[in-house]
């Protein structure tokens, strides 16, 4: 039995099979719990099949940036769920203009705002959305952020205000939910190679720098992240709320590194 067994998770923003929400799916089936997917109308024809191999029917259109469509996604949850105890949170946008060159000439109005909403405030709306599924239940909601949040990153630009926004996000969210019984959290994920990820420009400088410069000398994977992501909504993690958990393989932790043979 694993330890996610009687509990059931809709996972938002899963795209494809190397999303990190997908590592998150399969970490938390293979810990026994029911899935349920939202998934924005282009990406159907990728994520219908895959929640079938994790062996879910429950598929449905959610675009988070409109109301309207977040309200008619959860009247139909509500048709085959009473309540559910987890909601993955794995949406972030910026458009490519936006991570193009410099910070300071990227960023527009238009840009700034579409990348909070997207990426920050649907957590909001989605959290106070799932609270009537979760009453009475030991809800948990994990979002996903990037050291960018808290770092200058090469192109991360805009994304890196708005994932910053997000941090802030879970903990207000946590002192809000903790009363009600639910626990707020975020992973801050090393790179990884995702769809999403293909946008940000030098993404295969930034996996090779941080395979040397971290401590377990090797990018995270999907597993990596999904596994977190398991342990942190379920009730082994009873106690942890409002924190940003680094699955990075310990690279924020790393002040300065050199080649081996350079180190002496």
Not at 28 to 52: Q, T
Not at 221 to 226: E, N, Q, Y
Request: aromatic letters at 8%.
């Amino acid at each position: 039995m694993g330890f996610l067994s009687g509990k059931r998770a809709l996972i938002v923003g899963l795209a494809t099979d190397r999303s990190i929400a997908w590592g998150i799916a399969q970490a938390m089936h293979r810990e026994g719990a029911e899935l349920a997917f939202s998934y924005i109308e282009r990406m159907a024809d990728r994520v219908v099949p895959l929640a079938k191999e994790v062996g879910s029917d429950i598929t449905f259109d959610m675009d988070v940036g409109s109301d309207e469509s977040i309200a008619k996604g959860f009247a139909h949850l509500k048709t085959r769920w009473d309540h559910f105890d987890i909601l993955v949170h794995a949406v972030a946008f910026a458009s490519r203009e936006a991570l193009t060159g410099s910070f300071i000439d990227a960023t527009t109005r238009d840009g700034f705002r579409v990348a909070h909403d997207i990426s920050s405030y649907s957590l909001t709306v989605l959290a106070r959305e799932s609270l009537p599924f979760m009453t009475g239940r030991h809800g948990a909601i994990v979002a996903l952020s990037y050291l960018g949040a808290v770092r200058s990153l090469p192109g991360y630009n805009v994304m890196g205000l708005a994932k910053a926004s997000l941090e802030a996000n879970v903990r207000f969210l946590a002192a809000d939910l903790g009363p009600l019984g639910v626990r707020v959290n975020a992973i801050s994920a090393g790179p990884i190679k995702t769809l999403s990820a293909a946008g940000i420009p030098g993404l295969r400088k930034m996996l090779a720098h941080v395979a040397a410069a971290s401590p377990i000398k090797r990018n995270v994977t999907i597993a990596d992240v999904g596994n977190a992501a398991a342990f942190l909504c379920s009730d082994l993690a009873a106690g942890i709320t409002g924190e940003v958990t680094y699955v990075d393989g310990g690279f924020n932790s790393v002040g300065m590194s050199f080649p081996p043979d350079e180190a002496g």
